[in-house]
């Protein structure tokens, strides 16, 4: 199956920080998303993003499908920022479920 | 927005027990989905689910476990004899199509004693 691998495992950030999440992915996808995972353990899904470049806020995300990555930018990072980041994508032969990376978590200081 | 709704949020069961976790997928979605993650490990796919069957199962999915969608609107997943190591936070996931964004439950976290 595809593999995803996320970079860096863990963040520590101070607040007001900047920040980059990557995510390399090993096949074609024609899905991927990021998901913030809070300390409650719900998954939050920040961006629907197969290819091109969204923003949400403080968040951006980056998916550059030829080159099989795809970037997640926190800017003016906050307390509320800390949690688990995961990539998640969908490839594009016979594999019709979301396979996720082991996630980034970042931890964000006051 | 429309959500993934799963109930309970959290249950306890003694070990052996059959336990039954609940979902309500988006009305439209056609395509539904059960994943596990153990606490502190990666999310895991544990079986799909289209026009009534299943589409497609994990290793993890063994005899143990069994979805029904036993209307038009619930989605469960059953696990028949619960073992200390199923203690896990299940989602659920539904999607319109595929290719189409995954919208995510809130999950059960599920602690086998």
């Known amino acids: 199956g595809i593999q995803v691998e996320q970079s860096p495992p863990d963040l520590i950030l101070q607040e007001g920080a900047n920040s980059t999440l990557r995510c390399n992915f090993s096949?074609?996808?024609?899905?991927l998303q990021w998901f913030h995972q809070n300390p409650w353990g719900q998954l939050i899904n920040l961006f629907y993003?197969?290819?091109g470049t969204k923003q949400n806020g403080r968040l951006s995300a980056t998916t550059v499908a030829t080159e099989r990555y795809s970037l997640l930018y926190i800017s003016s990072s906050q307390t509320t920022d800390s949690g688990v980041y995961f990539c998640a994508v969908e490839t594009l032969i016979n594999d019709y479920k979301l396979s996720f990376g082991a996630g980034t978590t970042v931890t964000v200081r006051a | 927005e429309p959500e993934v709704t799963q109930t309970p949020s959290h249950q306890v069961t003694q070990m052996g027990q059959e336990v039954i976790l609940r979902c309500v997928p988006i009305?439209?979605?056609?395509?539904f989905y059960w994943y596990r993650q153990i606490l502190g490990q990666k999310v895991e796919f544990l079986v799909s689910f289209y026009n009534n069957e299943i589409s497609e199962k994990s290793e993890i999915f063994d005899d143990q476990f069994s979805v029904e969608r036993p209307d038009g609107s619930n989605f469960t997943l059953k696990i028949r004899s619960t073992k200390l190591e199923d203690s896990a936070m299940y989602f659920c996931?539904?999607?319109?199509?595929?290719?189409?964004?995954?919208?995510f439950g809130s999950g059960t976290r599920l602690t086998v004693v």
């Open positions: 996931a539904s999607t319109k199509e595929i290719g189409y964004g995954y919208t």
């Open positions: 096949d074609s996808v024609n899905n």
């Open positions: 993003i197969p290819s």
């Open positions: 009305s439209n979605h056609l395509y």
